[in-house]
């Protein structure tokens, strides 16, 4: 896909969610520029995001995206000065691989590990999980990825990496799903592993909050004495079961 192409669709994605922050191009400009929807109606040049860059369209975006639904819940709306980094975020925590990562979490659930009764939470780290897959093993570990995955359901995340124009779907909230990333990243960052920053659990523990009380899976349907006799009626033989002579007890 072109970066102009790249750029289009980032526009169409910040409309579509209804962002206060929004992106155009200015002439003889290379870079993007963002500009607030609402009084007093900012506007700067983002120098750490190229309009001839397809990553840095869709980092903006979710950047961008992620200070609207901040400000929504009353915290703080966007910081300006972060669009002047290098690439619009905080530098990598201590370098740690996602190679790295993964080892250690499967240490954890193998057997007699601290996680082996507790692992479905941490089986996205296993070699046929969603980071297993995704991430080569000596490529740098960020936290945008690690909340990318707990935000979005992994196929849409899947399909989204392939396909920028596809629809990332968000998690439910309220969902054991949702708790289980959330008692995940509590626990990487017990551990010690870097990405899971403060910043991200916060942010996590505010979701779960405003999303109310966990969701009651839906009830297993349990056939009516009516449902069951209906279905037995089907045909054989030529003859339904309802006319089927009944054999005599005794």
Request: glycine share 8%; with cysteine; hydrophobic share 35%.
């Amino acid at each position: 896909m072109r970066a102009k192409d790249t750029f289009s669709q980032a526009q169409l994605r910040l409309q579509a969610a209804g962002c206060r922050y929004r992106i155009k191009q200015a002439s003889r400009s290379p870079f993007i520029q963002v500009y607030d929807t609402l009084p007093p109606r900012r506007q700067q040049a983002a120098r750490g995001f190229r309009l001839d860059d397809d990553q840095a369209c869709w980092d903006l975006a979710e950047l961008l995206l992620r200070a609207h639904e901040r400000a929504v819940q009353g915290g703080a709306p966007l910081s300006w000065e972060v669009l002047e980094a290098a690439d619009g975020r905080a530098p990598i925590q201590q370098h740690q691989r996602w190679g790295e990562i993964c080892a250690a979490v499967q240490g954890w659930i193998a057997p007699g590990g601290p996680k082996a009764r507790d692992r479905n939470p941490f089986t996205c780290f296993k070699p046929n999980g969603y980071f297993g897959r995704t991430f080569a093993a000596d490529q740098i570990a960020t936290t945008r990825a690690l909340e990318e995955f707990c935000l979005y359901t992994p196929a849409s995340l899947q399909l989204w990496r392939e396909d920028r124009s596809s629809q990332l779907i968000r998690r439910s909230y309220n969902s054991k799903g949702f708790y289980g990333v959330l008692q995940m990243v509590n626990y990487l960052a017990q551990r010690g592993i870097a990405i899971a920053t403060p910043e991200l659990r916060a942010r996590l523990d505010q979701l779960k909050k405003s999303a109310g009380k966990l969701r009651a899976p839906a009830p297993r349907f349990i056939p009516r004495t009516d449902d069951i006799e209906a279905w037995g009626r089907v045909p054989w033989s030529g003859v339904t079961q309802e006319e089927q002579p009944r054999r005599s007890r005794g």
